[in-house]
């Protein structure tokens, strides 16, 4: 279903979604300190993540400057540690039974 710009479909969607929507920006207090080097970094103008697959091991240097914390590359790592095993692991599965088909066929 394409849903056109300005339709009033859209229209009735984008009132729902802003139903009860009341943004409070700059209402809270900051949870956390700041940091004089990261608060340079984030001065021009750059977002700064921090990347970790645990939350709390990183709450000791999280300040109010990070904008994200994500776990992405921390938890691809983990799981790519061993590419060869991977590649046989996804070969063996994709490989039809018999054998015809595989890497080795190919060279």
């Known amino acids: 279903m394409k849903i056109e710009e300005g339709s ?9 979604l802003r139903k009860d929507f009341r943004p409070r920006y700059g209402d809270r207090e900051a949870a956390t300190d700041s940091n004089a080097i990261w608060e340079k970094v ?16 990183v709450s000791d240097i999280w ?3 990070f904008s994200a ?4 590359n921390t938890l691809l790592n983990s799981f ?4 060869a095993e991977m590649d046989d692991r996804v070969e063996s599965l994709l490989t039809p039974a018999g054998g015809a088909g595989s890497r080795a066929d190919a060279a």
């Open 42 to 57: 984030s001065a021009l103008r750059s977002e700064l993540w921090l990347d970790s697959g645990d939350a709390e091991a």
């Open 69 to 72: 914390l994500t776990t992405n």
């Open 8 to 16: 009033p479909f859209a229209r009735r969607v984008a009132a729902f």
């Open 63 to 65: 300040t109010r400057e």
């Open 80 to 83: 790519t540690a061993d590419q």
